[in-house]
């Protein structure tokens, strides 16, 4: 079956340690994206890719980085820079539309905590 | 910049019971999509229903159907003869048609829904 991989499930990071979290998709979907989640404030984009070899920031990039060298894969790293960590990563992958009527697919969520 | 408000953070129905979860939304665009999202307690978010904002009619998904006001901006939720597998969050989204960077998912705050049996 298709769908969307996220791994760890849960990830713990150290003061000044960089992590990464794994988001995996076989939908072949051009489009994908990452996703915070806080309780209260609903989800917020971190970032974006549409096409291979191309990203773009969302709404709270800062402390976060991406790569996209293949259409299946989206790592998300984040960076000691990101004072705040803990919260719930989503990734989401959708076909390429030029009308944007395709909805998004999402994985089951990576959870981060500080150690 | 567009906005989603669910006014309710949490709302309880009896099974088989009717519940309506309301959702409003601010935008200058006449074209757009909004969409509803289930968050069970595995976490992993499922389509429910989307609406495209050139049609009319309302959306229907089996017992999920919306009420969905243009002129308003308004987009609820009605969940017919409810049953346990329901109890989720519920998330509003809106998307814009126009592309670049405001093709993204606008989510709102959530409602949690408690099925009583």
Redesign the interface.
């Known amino acids: 079956d298709g769908g969307i991989t996220q791994s760890p499930k849960y990830l713990f990071r150290k003061e000044g340690q960089n992590v990464t979290l794994s988001c995996e998709q076989n939908l072949n979907h051009d489009?994908m994206?990452w996703y915070r989640q806080d309780p209260?404030?609903?989800?917020?984009?971190i970032y974006?890719s549409?096409i291979v070899n191309d990203f773009?920031k969302?709404d709270i990039a800062e402390g976060y980085s991406v790569s996209r060298e293949k259409k299946e894969s989206f790592p998300l790293t984040v960076t000691s820079a990101q004072k705040n960590p803990t919260a719930?990563y989503?990734c989401?992958s959708s076909p390429w539309d030029?009308?944007?009527?395709q909805?998004?697919?999402?994985?089951?969520?990576t959870r981060l905590s500080i150690l | 910049a567009q906005t989603?408000t669910q006014s309710q953070?949490e709302m309880s129905v009896q099974e088989a019971e009717t519940v309506t979860l309301s959702c409003t939304y601010d935008t200058s665009e006449s074209d757009y999509?909004l969409?509803w999202?289930k968050q069970p307690p595995?976490?992993?978010?499922?389509?429910v229903i989307?609406q495209?904002a050139y049609k009319q009619q309302n959306a229907t998904e089996n017992r999920f159907s919306v009420n969905f006001q243009k002129a308003a901006k308004s987009f609820s939720l009605k969940i017919s003869d409810s049953q346990l597998g329901d109890a989720a969050m519920y998330?509003c989204a809106y998307?814009?048609?126009?592309?670049g960077?405001t093709?993204?998912?606008i989510?709102?705050?959530?409602t949690l829904l408690a099925v009583q049996p």
Do not use: C, W
């Not at chain 1, 209260?40 to 984009?45: A, C, P």
């Open positions: 489009a994206y209260g404030q609903g989800l917020r984009l974006y549409q773009q969302g719930f989503l989401a030029s009308t944007f009527n909805p998004q697919h999402f994985g089951d969520g | 989603v953070p999509y969409f999202y595995s976490r992993q978010m499922i389509l989307r495209e998330f998307r814009s048609a126009r592309g960077a093709n993204k998912l989510f709102g705050t959530g």
